[in-house]
């Protein structure tokens, strides 16, 4: 509902059922696939359909829940459970707006509120806001934003699942706005925490979700990097792009042919053209007056030489590195000569 209203692409539909069990829904054709939730598939457009559930905290973290769910439960009670008042909306079959929490208001005023103190149970949430906070430009209602702080100093967001920080910080990293996230975690004191690494936020992202996160490690030492990396559980891709800038970033001047040489053998260019372009394009970013264009130059350069020929010429096949070395700095040195 929440996108409908802004008017958005609505990208996913959640469909909640009430009054009925697992065995009615089997019965009407639904596929059971839910593990830890009520979860069916629809026979025939086999979308997800959920039977309306309550949760109850049974210990720390994402999976410290009991969860109850049967033909007495509501709408309104499932929707109580709901991380903001904006995504506690719901329509009925007939149009008709279901709004227990007034969302639709606070959607109007741009205000990310929680619903209820049951917020405080499920640490991915003050992630959650902070990536809406980006998303949308909403302000955080005073009340939501101190129990995000309480939920810090009291160590219950201490008790995150990596992967699922990764998920929502990733997301949050994308959106046109992302400095918008990390003024929020910084406002609840959760920034220092989650990222101590990180000592100063760029002003503006752009770029794919590797290239961001690259941007914003350019400052880092690759040691700080690798911790950061392993704590949010990073992609591979994004964990590399990253790293690689820190090992290229003062190699950026290179001017010579052979020290252009050097810059794309360490960066692995000719074999991985794309990840290095990318490399570049963090720098461009980084760096606004940085100018590409020499290394970009040596690479084509370096890359139309034909390795195999030269290989072939070789009198031994120790002295073939070598020679393909020599050849594509040969490369290099009249590219930039034209």
Not at 238 to 247: F, K, N, Q, S
Not at 299 to 307: F, G
Request: overall charge negative; glycine content about 6%.
């Amino acid at each position: 509902m929440r996108d409908e209203l802004l008017g958005l692409a609505v990208q996913d539909k959640d469909f909640v059922v009430v009054g009925a069990t697992p065995e009615d829904m089997v019965a009407a054709g639904f596929t059971p696939v839910g593990k830890d939730f009520p979860v069916f598939l629809h026979p025939e457009t086999h979308e997800e359909y959920a039977l309306a559930r309550t949760e109850r905290k049974s210990g720390r973290g994402y999976k410290g829940f009991t969860v109850y769910s049967a033909p007495d439960v509501t709408l309104e009670d499932d929707l109580a459970r709901r991380d903001l008042t904006i995504n506690a909306m719901a329509k009925a079959e007939d149009g008709t707006l279901i709004d227990p929490f007034h969302g639709k208001r606070d959607l109007q005023d741009g205000v990310l509120r929680h619903v209820s103190d049951a917020f405080h149970e499920d640490p991915v949430r003050i992630l959650r806001v902070a990536r809406f906070a980006a998303r949308f430009g909403f302000r955080i209602a005073e009340e939501t934003m101190a129990l995000m702080k309480s939920m810090v100093d009291t160590g219950e967001a201490d008790h995150l699942v990596a992967e699922r920080v990764w998920q929502e910080f990733g997301r949050g990293l994308l959106e046109e706005h992302a400095e918008r996230m990390f003024d929020a975690l910084e406002r609840c004191d959760f920034r220092p925490k989650l990222l101590p690494e990180l000592r100063e936020i760029p002003k503006t992202f752009s770029g794919t979700l590797p290239v961001r996160f690259a941007v914003l490690c350019w400052p880092l030492q690759e040691s700080e990097i690798e911790g950061l990396c392993d704590r949010l559980r990073v992609p591979n891709e994004e964990r590399d792009l990253a790293v690689l800038c820190c090992r290229l970033r003062s190699s950026l001047d290179a001017s010579s042919p052979g020290g252009l040489l050097n810059l794309l053998k360490r960066g692995d260019a000719i074999r991985r053209p794309e990840r290095f372009r990318a490399m570049l394009q963090v720098a461009r970013i980084v760096q606004p007056g940085f100018d590409a264009t020499t290394i970009e130059r040596a690479l084509a350069a370096a890359a139309a030489v034909d390795a195999g020929a030269v290989a072939h010429r070789a009198p031994e096949p120790a002295a073939i590195p070598a020679l393909i070395d020599r050849a594509r700095e040969q490369a290099i040195a009249a590219s930039l000569a034209r």
